[in-house]
T-cell receptor, first 114, second 115 residues
Framework: DQQVKQNSPSLSVQEGRISILNCDYT??????FLWYKKYPAEGPTFLIS?????DKNEDGRFTVFLNKSAKHLSLHIVPSQPGDSAVYFC?????????????FGQGTRLTINP | GAGVSQSPSNKVTEKGKDVELRCDPI?????LYWYRQSLGQGLEFLIY????????KSGLPSDRFSAERTGGSVSTLTIQRTQQEDSAVYLC?????????????FGSGTRLTVV
């Protein structure tokens, strides 16, 4: 039972354009959402998060949007840079379970083309 | 140390052998997590330690898997009688907080290959 789904395994975007990575979830008790970025042979690193009481959170070039009614969130990267090429994971924590662990999606491999 | 340290970084083992994977969390971090990432899959939760509380073992896939955390610091994940489906990258993470909402700091992982 995949509670967090990233339906696009890969995405290719031209440098300077906007990258949009999508994530859907099924558990309505998820109340906090995070995005992680992973380079090859490294562990995932935290990128940005959003609480379920908000619908947008922005940090520099990165913005996360949350649509609770649709159980959907997205990560926007503007402008995209070659260093953004990585695998991006969406993750969620379950308040009902004490928010003690994260449930991750399958990841989306983003490639930024020069 | 400055980050989460995992050893070995790579491990090749024969089917049926036991393996031990080690994790040194960031000093002072009370929460420690093990996840694994199989080829083409997301991060699968395995086990969670928080301070002196009983660990959350709900993600361990079979009784061949076990983990311990000694002295609230170093953790060892043990896989007995390894199978080919155990091949994956095993990631350890630690956190200063009781809640996962602030995220974790991950190590670089141990790539386990069972042949």
């Amino acid at each position: 039972d995949q509670q967090v789904k990233q339906n696009s395994p890969s995405l290719s975007v031209q440098e300077g354009r906007i990258s949009i990575l999508n994530c859907d979830y099924t558990n309505s008790m998820f109340d906090y959402f995070l995005w992680y970025k992973k380079y090859p042979a490294e562990g995932p690193t935290f990128l940005i998060s959003i609480s379920s009481i908000k619908d947008k959170n922005e940090d520099g070039r990165f913005t996360v949007f949350l649509n609770k009614s649709a159980k959907h969130l997205s990560l926007h990267i503007v402008p995209s840079q070659p260093g953004d090429s990585a695998v991006y994971f969406c993750a969620a924590s379950d308040a009902f379970q004490g928010a003690q662990k994260l449930v991750f999606g399958q990841g989306t491999r983003l490639t930024i083309n020069p | 140390g400055a980050g989460v340290s995992q050893s070995p970084s790579n491990k090749v083992t024969e089917k049926g052998k036991d393996v031990e994977l080690r994790c040194d969390p960031i000093s002072g971090h009370t929460a420690l997590y093990w996840y694994r990432q199989s080829l083409g899959q997301g991060l699968e939760f395995l086990i969670y330690f928080q301070g002196n509380s009983a660990p959350d073992k709900s993600g361990l896939p079979s009784d061949r898997f076990s983990a311990e955390r000694t002295g609230g610091s170093v953790s060892t994940l043990t896989i007995q009688r390894t199978q080919q489906e155990d091949s994956a990258v095993y990631l350890c993470a630690s956190s200063l907080y009781r809640t996962a909402n602030y995220g974790y700091t991950f190590g670089s992982g141990t790539r386990l290959t069972v042949v």
